[in-house]
């Protein structure tokens, strides 16, 4: 049974740039939220999708978007990379309909900014 | 904005010793899950409790939850040292919104 998975494990950008983080979800899941730690914090919710669709946003500018896929895999890009934007981000799966929001996280993509 | 507060922020411990962690929130809840993190990876899920359970068991694991104080605790017993890590409580407000909320979490060291 194939937990979540991310790639890269790690990317260099330099500011100004644009970056393409993927996620796959756990078997059997079909919801995807994303998440960007920061060094030393928790981590704060970006946005969540389903049935290929943004479901919530949390408080992050128009330049983070995403993408799913019909297979629920997704996709997270920032265009225009800010140093602040060095971080962890972190994509976690869930099933819907169990109600539960029980949600299991991937590896993480350390993104460095420069 | 952090919804869950862990208390401490860090906690050293011999092996062998219990470690009990603290985690406060504001809202009302539909359901409170703990996470580990070891050494800025991925975040693996230890344990969730519905807001209508009191206490909950895993293993070294027991997981207890007050509504009413807007608090649970996570206790880990015959500490080892691969427990060392950081924990997290992590909370979603209200059924059908699925975003969690976590705290800055408590920072485990298990000492041989």
């Known amino acids: 049974d194939a937990g979540v998975t991310q790639s890269p494990t790690h990317l260099i950008k330099t500011r100004g740039q644009q970056v393409t983080l993927r996620c796959s979800p756990k078997?059997?899941?079909?919801?995807v939220s994303w998440y960007q730690q920061a060094l030393g914090q928790g981590p704060q919710f970006i946005f969540q999708?389903?049935?290929?669709?943004?479901?919530q946003r949390g408080n992050f500018p128009d330049r983070f978007s995403g993408h799913q896929f019909p297979n629920y895999s997704s996709e997270l890009n920032v265009n225009a990379l800010l140093l602040g934007d060095s971080a962890l981000y972190l994509c976690a799966s869930s099933l819907l309909v169990t109600g539960k929001n029980e949600q299991f996280f991937g590896p993480g993509t350390r993104l460095t900014v420069l | 904005s952090q919804q869950g507060e862990e208390d401490p922020q860090a906690l050293s411990i011999q092996e062998g010793e219990n470690a009990t962690m603290n985690c406060s929130y504001k809202t009302s809840i539909n359901n409170l899950q703990w996470y580990r993190q070891n050494s800025g990876r991925g975040l693996v899920h230890l344990i969730l409790i519905r807001s209508n359970e009191r206490e909950k068991h895993s293993g070294r694991l027991r997981v207890t939850l007050d509504t009413s104080k807007k608090s649970s605790s996570l206790l880990i017993t015959a500490s080892r040292a691969a427990d060392t890590a950081s924990y997290f409580c992590a909370t979603d407000e209200t059924q059908g919104a699925q975003k969690l909320v976590f705290g800055q979490g408590t920072r485990l060291t298990i000492n041989p």
């Open positions: 078997s059997g899941h079909d919801t």
């Open positions: 999708y389903y049935e290929e669709e943004e479901r």
